[in-house]
Nanobody
C-alpha cells in the first residue's frame, strides 16, 4: 500500500505565500512522477505543476514565475512553493504520485491521490 499525504494549506492574503508538502510512503520501488493539481468550486481539476523522472518539470501558464516545486528525494517529498498568490488560486490542492513497483509477475505503475488541502486567497 502507498499513502500520499498533503499538508500546508490555509488562508492567505493576495500577494502572500504558502508552501504545500506532499509525502509518499509505503511499499514501492520508485517514484516516477509527482504532480500538484487543484480544483476550484464548479471547475474541473487542473494540473498546476509536476515533475517526471526527477528532472522534467512543467507548470501551468497561470502559475509560471510564481510557483515552484522543490523536492527532497531522500524523503519522497515534493513541495509547492506558491508566491504572489492571487484570489483565483483559491482551490483544493491535490498531490498525485505515480509509483513503480515490482512483483513476481513483473513491474507495474500505479498512481495515488492525496486527500487534498484547501488554499484560500483573500483579496
Amino acid at each position: 500500500q502507498v499513502q500520499v499525504v498533503e499538508s500546508g494549506g490555509g488562508l492567505v492574503q493576495a500577494g502572500g505565500s504558502l508552501r504545500l508538502s506532499c509525502s509518499a510512503s509505503g511499499s514501492f520501488f520508485s517514484i516516477k512522477a509527482m504532480g500538484w493539481y487543484r480544483q476550484a468550486p464548479g471547475k474541473q481539476r487542473e494540473l498546476v505543476a509536476g515533475i517526471t523522472e526527477g528532472v522534467i518539470t512543467n507548470y501551468a501558464d497561470s502559475v509560471k514565475g510564481r510557483f515552484t516545486i522543490p523536492r527532497d528525494n531522500a524523503k519522497n517529498t515534493m513541495y509547492l512553493q506558491m508566491n504572489n498568490l492571487r484570489p483565483e488560486d483559491t482551490a483544493v490542492y491535490y498531490c498525485n504520485t505515480l509509483i513503480t513497483a515490482r512483483t513476481k509477475w513483473g513491474p507495474y505503475e500505479k498512481d495515488y491521490w492525496g486527500q487534498g488541502t484547501q488554499v484560500t486567497v483573500s483579496s
